[in-house]
Nanobody, 127 residues
Framework: QVQLVESGGGLVQAGGSLRLSCAASGRTFSRYGMGWFRQAPGKEREFVAAISWSGGSTHYADSVKGRFAISRDNTKNTVYLQMNSLKPEDTAVYYC????????????????????WGQGTQVTVSS
């Protein structure tokens, strides 16, 4: 079983940047696509960004396109989410998750396709 630990959250002013990290256990990390999701108070968990197992394909929610960038470093078993031009509406607990299917030929974005969720890291963007 893959275990994931998010870090890098914090308090930042609108327009600022944060870089989230998700450290994964296990030697099969590179076989699975990875995703970032977030959940704000009173809202359902929503998709943010995902990257394929190969790192060759990415997909983003419309709300973060052009501002966020997902990447992975398989030598470190880590996936990152670079968050730029942050807005107050980005405030949420951010979770990383691993695709349930190894070597999926497409980039999954549905939360039901992911497992091994991390504990989350809080991102707060002040106005």
């Amino acid at each position: 079983q893959v275990q994931l630990v998010e870090s890098g959250g914090g308090l930042v002013q609108a327009g600022g940047s944060l870089r989230l990290s998700c450290a994964a256990s296990g030697r099969t990390f590179s076989r699975y696509g990875m995703g970032w999701f977030r959940q704000a108070p009173g809202k359902e968990r929503e998709f943010v960004a995902a990257i394929s197992w190969s790192g060759g394909s990415t997909h983003y929610a419309d709300s973060v396109k052009g501002r966020f960038a997902i990447s992975r470093d398989n030598t470190k078993n880590t996936v990152y989410l670079q968050m730029n031009s942050l807005k107050p509406e980005d405030t949420a607990v951010y979770y990383c998750a691993a695709d349930l299917m190894s070597w999926r030929p497409v980039v999954a974005w549905n939360p039901a396709d992911f497992g091994s969720w991390g504990q989350g890291t809080q991102v707060t963007v002040s106005s």
